[in-house]
């Protein structure tokens, strides 16, 4: 025979799933965006932040006419 303490056993409990919610992540300025590729670059080809910034910053209508996927 059971105590009366285990009677918590033995009663139904709820086991839904709990929901959990997407984290919003903030989408990052088109500075720092630049900042970053200029400052990666940079590393890689040894020249100046600054320099590559400035060429990222062009507008180029080069391939005006290519769509990119979002």
């Known amino acids: 025979m059971r105590k009366a303490s285990d009677n918590r056993l033995l009663k ?3 086991h839904s799933m ?12 088109r500075k720092a965006l630049l900042r970053a590729v200029a400052s990666s670059t940079a590393v ?3 020249r100046t932040v ?3 910034e400035q060429q990222l910053k ?11 996927a979002r």
Do not use: N, Y
């Not at 709990?18 to 300025?29: C, D, H, I, Y």
């Open 18 to 29: 709990l929901k959990t919610t997407a984290l919003q992540r903030k989408k990052p300025s």
């Open 50 to 52: 600054a320099q590559l």
């Open 58 to 68: 062009q507008a180029t209508v080069r391939f005006a006419h290519i769509k990119l």
């Open 44 to 46: 890689e080809t040894g």
């Open 12 to 14: 139904p409990q709820d």
